[in-house]
């Protein structure tokens, strides 16, 4: 196989990475996909450090093994703890969300008055906040971490009743903040924008990294003469290490398949996912 016509690979805890895909569908629409959602074993923003940074290698093992050129990972709660121990032990380039999204929320805020919302984990991580802290020491940040909403919308509860006030439960403490700027810090999240931008007002911007990543992706492919130029419809391929049909069917909330072909394989014969001692030989 040549090497630019190798696949990208995308890995998220689940099906709320296909936000990410979306956008890298639409900004590197010849390139081949492999994507795997540890479906098994999501949600990982409830899960221990160890834990997540073990799943966050033993997926990346499992798409390497699929000859893949880049891998993007598209899970900010894996990304949080798993970015820099991937980026060190990988033989390819590897692209998370936390750098794009913490470039975005920077550029887009004027009052330097910033939350972050996202899963338990990620807050926990404080990988944003150091990040911010550390380049714009006067900016006044507020983690907010919002366990119910990944599970609510991973089950397509995006426009019940409930799903409001849940929203309302957790962000309603940012209301008299004076934020101007929200990141979207959770692949689940873009499902639910106009309920939290009804939440803060109008007034707040909310970011999502998943453009951004895109283009990072686009342009180490054109830097490094790997991009596909391929004139057939890409292929993409999607792993699940549990229930496909479930998989499926949430598919049609998160990635509404339109130009892709789509191969959907058993998860049986994924459910060997390596078990990885931190190393890639
Ligand atoms: N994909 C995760 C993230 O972006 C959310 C779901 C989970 O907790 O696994 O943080």
Not at 105 to 114: A, D, E, K, N, P
Not at 141 to 164: H, R, Y
Not at 200 to 222: D, F, H, T, Y
Not at 241 to 252: A, L, P, V
């Amino acid at each position: 196989m040549m090497a630019n016509s190798r696949p990208i690979g995308v890995f998220d805890s689940g099906v709320g990475g296909l936000t990410v895909l979306r956008e890298i569908e639409q900004i590197l629409p010849r390139e081949d996909v492999v994507y795997l959602g540890d479906t098994a074993r999501m949600p990982y923003g409830n899960k221990s450090p160890e834990t997540i940074v073990r799943y966050t290698l033993e997926g990346a093992s499992f798409l390497l093994d699929k000859n893949i050129k880049l891998l993007i990972v598209a899970c900010h709660t894996a990304s949080s703890y798993g970015i820099d121990i991937l980026q060190e032990q990988l033989p390819i380039p590897v692209i998370g969300v936390i750098q794009p999204g913490f470039e975005l929320l920077m550029q887009s805020t004027r009052s330097m008055r910033i939350a972050i919302l996202g899963t338990e984990a990620t807050i926990r991580s404080k990988v944003y906040q150091n990040l911010i802290e550390e380049h714009y020491p006067k900016a006044k940040i507020f983690p907010v971490p919002c366990p119910l909403f990944a599970p609510m919308i991973e089950e397509g509860l995006v426009d019940q009743v409930f799903t409001k006030q849940i929203v309302e439960h957790y962000l309603s403490c940012l209301r008299n903040k004076k934020i101007d700027a929200a990141l979207l810090a959770c692949t689940h999240y873009p499902l639910i924008r106009s309920l939290i931008q009804e939440t803060l007002g109008e007034n707040v911007q909310l970011i999502e990294p998943a453009r951004v990543c895109a283009e990072q992706a686009k342009e180490w492919l054109v830097s490094s003469s790997l991009a596909n130029f391929q004139s057939t419809p890409p292929r993409y391929e999607f792993f699940s290490t549990d229930e496909t049909d479930k998989f499926k069917q949430k598919m049609e909330i998160f990635f509404p398949v339109r130009h892709v072909s789509v191969f959907l394989r058993d998860w049986k014969s994924v459910n060997n996912l390596k078990s990885c001692n931190q190393t890639f030989t």
